[in-house]
Nanobody, 116 residues
Framework: QVQLVESGGGLVQPGGSLRLSCAVS????????MGWYRQAPGKQRELVAE???????NYADSVKGRFTISRENAKNTVYLQMNDLKPEDTAVYYC??????????WGQGTQVTVSS
């Protein structure tokens, strides 16, 4: 059974930084594309960033240059480094392991709040 557990969310002031982590168990982690999505109140869940098994990356335009996705296969963990955070980054952030090119398994989410 695949399980994903996110951590690292919290309250941060505008311009601050956070690093989210997602630990995965129950799969051969290194073979899978991983992604971070977010969902703000009243909005649909949206892609933030994704990283393939060969470490190709893709980012939403709204986070390019500020967020960095990375993976550490030895620890079955994917990270999202978030810098220069803005109030509009406030959302619940979810980690996902892709299956057949689309998000498959999801974590429970971690809240990120950017506010002064």
């Amino acid at each position: 059974q695949v399980q994903l557990v996110e951590s690292g969310g919290g309250l941060v002031q505008p311009g601050g930084s956070l690093r989210l982590s997602c630990a995965v168990s129950g799969s051969i982690f290194r073979f899978y594309t991983m992604g971070w999505y977010r969902q703000a109140p009243g909005k649909q869940r949206e892609l933030v960033a994704e990283i393939t098994s060969i470490r190709s990356t893709n980012y939403a335009d709204s986070v390019k240059g500020r967020f960095t996705i990375s993976r550490e296969n030895a620890k079955n963990t994917v990270y999202l480094q978030m810098n220069d955070l803005k109030p509009e980054d406030t959302a619940v952030y979810y980690c996902t392991q892709y299956s057949d090119g689309s998000p498959g398994y999801w974590g429970q989410g971690t809240q990120v709040t950017v506010s002064s």
